[in-house]
């Protein structure tokens, strides 16, 4: 009977004897290298990000000073409209403290902005993510939320020396206590999933029955608050469709997205400031 | 220094950066490409085992480093290919561009839908459309075929300058 051959098999065992000494190697050893390589990886993330922003400076360059004159008008119209609601949030601001003292609540969250611009956007078939320019060297701690103009971005996952890497709110790896605007009860908030050459879309569970939406009457999704994450009120999507669920005790639906979230160049870290 | 593991690493952490930044511009129309299989053709079938074992490690750490997936998962599969691939590779035309191409494709098909596998329960959430599935494999492989042969040539052509016999390589398994 001829022996049996195992110099074929010989690789795959190393091949195995590799991979059940990767799983006992202590977490501490794999966290130190996966950063290694998101850091060996990140001058290029960076340094493309820089490249395009060179690249539309000098594509403005080419344009007339009078369409540069015009643009300034119109942002100048709009800061103008942005600082009279600025001072009218300082008023509403120092009547939340007057009451919050006569009333003996706790003071809500107070956050930092920290502005950062989008490296790279990774939007792929299973996950959604961006890399934003800031990260430990400007105080960026995991878990904090991220907003732009048209409401929530999404959330920080990974903070590196100079990038952090933020869960899109249309990834569906994300999950959020959501509520109807005018409303006050909670329910789930899922992102994804998202089809081809379509607007960023996400799902919405355990809504109470005497809620309706539908594409001609969308209602406005914004954040609860709850979970001590996202600040209460900020602009998620619009629910645009809303049926009952299989168990009939709440409903299930659609949410669109902003358009903007795929195409992201700056956004905001509110970072919690801590009274110590 | 060996180049046989540095070139072809080294060329991998490119193809990453220009499919990073092709995936930056194609985000806002809801489309996206994986060109992963490009990483093993040349490894598997011109370099001998050590070198290349080592190269695809190093490449799927990288990978790992840059998703949410577990870390080790696609280095482990990357080097799990490069077995497979040069368990059989005395039967294929090793220095034929159809070869390496077809070898890539088949690849990028594997490491495309083993991705939410790896990614400690990715795939426990909402799973994406089947339009979405279709539209991102079609375009991956699609980009995938029109780079190969670009690619390839790159990474011979730099071992070749490094010193690299690739004629003492085919001879060579360890």
């Known amino acids: ?254 949410v669109f997205l902003d358009q903007r979230l795929s195409a992201l160049i700056e956004v905001t870290v509110l970072v919690p400031i801590t009274t110590d | 220094m060996d180049p046989r593991w540095i070139i072809p690493f080294a060329a991998n952490l490119l193809l990453a950066m220009v499919a990073g930044e092709a995936n930056h511009y194609l985000a806002p129309y809801g489309c996206s490409i994986l060109l992963s299989g490009l990483a093993l053709p040349v490894a598997g079938l011109r370099l001998s085992l050590r070198p290349g074992l080592l190269a695809m490690a190093l490449t799927g750490l990288a990978m790992d480093a840059l998703g949410p997936t577990a870390f080790g998962a696609n280095a482990v599969l990357l080097m799990a290919g490069l077995l497979v691939l040069h368990s059989i590779r005395h039967r294929l035309v090793r220095d034929g561009a159809t070869a390496h191409v077809v070898v890539a494709l088949l690849a990028n098909l594997v490491i495309f839908v083993t991705q939410p596998m790896l990614g400690g329960g990715l795939f426990a959430y909402a799973a994406p459309t089947p339009g979405r599935i279709v539209m991102d494999l079609l375009l991956s492989q699609i980009v995938l075929a029109a780079a190969a042969l670009w690619f390839f040539a790159i990474q011979e052509r730099a071992l070749v300058l490094w010193g690299v016999n690739l004629t003492e390589e085919l001879r060579n398994h360890r």
């Not at chain 1, 990140?42 to 344009?63: E, K, N, V």
């Not at chain 1, 990974?158 to 709110?169: I, R």
């Open chain 1, 1 to 254: 009977m001829p022996k049996l051959r195992f110099d074929q098999a010989r690789p795959f065992l190393l091949l195995g004897v590799v991979v059940g000494a990767w799983l006992i190697v202590p977490l501490v050893v794999k966290s130190l290298m996966r950063a290694s390589f998101f850091e060996l990886q990140a001058p290029m993330i960076a340094g493309a990000s820089y490249t395009r922003d060179l690249q539309d400076f000098w594509s403005l360059r080419t344009r007339s000073k009078v369409e540069m004159i015009e643009a300034g008008r119109d942002l100048a119209r709009l800061n103008a409209s942005y600082q009279l609601s600025v001072q009218q949030l300082e008023t509403l601001r120092q009547e939340i403290r007057r009451l919050e003292d006569v009333l003996r609540l706790p003071p809500r969250a107070e956050f930092r902005f920290e502005v950062a611009r989008v490296a790279r956007r990774d939007f792929n078939t299973w996950w959604q993510r961006i890399v934003i320019r800031k990260g430990r060297d400007h105080g960026i701690p995991v878990g904090a939320p991220v907003v732009f103009s048209g409401g929530v971005v999404g959330r920080i996952t990974e903070v590196h020396a100079y990038t952090s890497v933020v869960d899109l709110v249309s990834s569906p790896t994300m999950r959020l206590s959501a509520t109807v605007e005018g409303d006050t009860r909670p329910f789930a908030f899922q992102g994804g999933p998202n089809p081809p050459f379509r607007s960023p879309r996400g799902s919405v569970e355990f809504v109470p029955l005497d809620i309706f939406a539908n594409s001609a009457a969308p209602k406005k999704l914004v954040t609860t608050g709850l979970g001590g994450v996202f600040p209460p009120g900020l602009t998620i999507g619009s629910v645009v469709h809303l049926e009952p669920s299989t168990d009939g005790l709440f409903k299930s639906g659609q």
